[in-house]
C-alpha cells in the first residue's frame, strides 16, 4: 500500500509517519488485500490539528475522512476511525462493485473553477444581466463514469452533499445528491430541452 503523507505548515516527524503508515495499513488491510494509495494530511487550526485522510480503493473508489484534536496522533486516529467505519459498511457492496465491473473506472477531465462570493451587495450591480463572476481558482477535476449505486456510494464514502458522474447506462451526465429529508435525490437530464429547444 502506497501511503502519501504530507504536512501543511507541520513538520511530520518519522515517528508519527510509522504511526500512520502502520495503522493505515491495518485498518484497509482488514477488509481490502489487494493495494490502495491512500493520502494523509496534517494542518494546524489554531491550537487544534487537523488530519484529512483519503484511501482510493482498487475499485475505483475513494473513501474519506477528517478529524481534529488538540494532539495530532488522536486527530490521525479519529480519522482512520472513520474511514474503517466507511470500509466496513461498504465492504460487501465494494467487493460486489469490483466483481461487476470487468473495466477500471473511466473519467472525463473537466475544468473546475471557485467563484469569489458577494458579500457587499453595494457591489453587485442592478442589472442581473450584468453579473460576472469573478474566478479565484481554476484547477481540473475528474467526472467518473459510474452507475448510478457507485455514484451514490462514492458519494456517501466521500462525505459529499452531491457528485456529478457520467452515467454508465446511457452517457449521459447526472448528479445525484443528500436530499434534506435524509433521501438521496437523482438528476438525470434525459428529457431537458437543448437550448430552449423542444
Known sequence: MQITITGKHIDVGEALRAHVEDNMTAAVGKYFDRPVDANVVFSRSGHAFKCDSSVHLATGLTAQAHAESGEIYAAFDQATDRIEKQLRRYKRRLKDHHQARKDPIESLEAQSYVLRGQDDEADE???????????IAEMTTDIKSLTVGEAVMQMELAHRPFLMFKNDANGRINVVYQRDDGNVGWIDPANLPVNGNE
Do not use: N, R, W
Open 125 to 135: 450591480p442592478s442589472d442581473a444581466a450584468g453579473i460576472q463572476p469573478v474566478i
